[in-house]
């Protein structure tokens, strides 16, 4: 499975878009892209996937390079509420999460 | 009413005790997962199953074991070999990404082992 990057800790203020980055340098042609966010003490929750087009949800839109080697996903307007840490993972075989960033959303 | 449902949510066991953590799922799902999560750090993989009767070791799979007898279910042991088994339990089912379908976790089980 490919090896994901991502800052360990972002700020935002509260109604801004928050813009998390990822790097996956080494993902495959078919592999695609997930994103999931954890809420402190509680299982994670998926937010959005994608292979090689940009996708928007009600969630979140993911943004991926032309290349695939990153993506980012943007929150457009951040709450207090989406204070977590969100994971990128890439990869057919296994689930396997990184560190992920902590998004910390200020008012 | 679908999911994945891990129980207990909260766990005390002695020392040198086994201690098995459930977890079933009503999704239909062939994968299913098993997370351990230490304060502050990220999930790592304990052990997987991709279908029923077959599972395979994770990042960490020492010191525990689980079972894939049925679909719905896919439990797990921590057994006196784990040398730190105070932690927290996440169990997910789904995420097969050769089907592109996203994974779905329980609300975990906190173990403590005193």
């Known amino acids: 499975d490919a090896k994901t990057t991502q800052p360990p800790s972002m700020d935002c203020a509260e109604g801004r878009a928050a813009n998390l980055p990822c790097n996956h340098s080494t993902i495959s042609g078919n592999e695609y892209v997930y994103w999931y966010r954890q809420i402190h003490s509680q299982g994670p929750q998926y937010i959005i996937h994608g292979l090689k087009n940009n996708e928007t949800n009600e969630m979140a839109s993911l943004i991926i390079t032309e290349d695939r080697k990153s993506s980012t996903l943007i929150l457009p307007h951040a709450t207090l509420r989406d204070t977590a840490v969100y994971y990128c993972i890439v990869g057919y075989s296994t689930l396997t999460f990184g560190k992920g960033t902590m998004l910390l959303v200020s008012p | 009413d679908g999911g994945i449902t891990q129980s207990p949510k909260y766990l005390f066991r002695k020392e040198g005790q086994n201690v098995t953590l459930s977890c079933e799922q009503n999704?239909?799902?062939?994968?299913m997962y098993w997370y351990r999560q230490d304060p502050g750090q990220g999930l790592r993989l304990i052990y997987y199953?991709?279908?029923?009767?077959?599972?395979q070791k994770g990042d960490i799979a020492e010191g525990y074991s689980v079972s894939r007898e049925k679909k719905e279910s896919f439990p797990l042991t921590v057994t006196s070999a784990q040398k730190n088994p105070t932690a927290f339990y996440l169990c997910?089912?789904?995420?097969?990404?050769?089907?592109?379908?996203?994974?779905?976790f329980g609300q975990g089980t906190r173990l403590t082992v005193v």
């Open positions: 199953s991709q279908i029923v009767n077959d599972f």
């Open positions: 999704l239909n799902h062939d994968a």
């Open positions: 997910a089912s789904g995420g097969d990404r050769l089907q592109n379908t996203e994974a779905f």
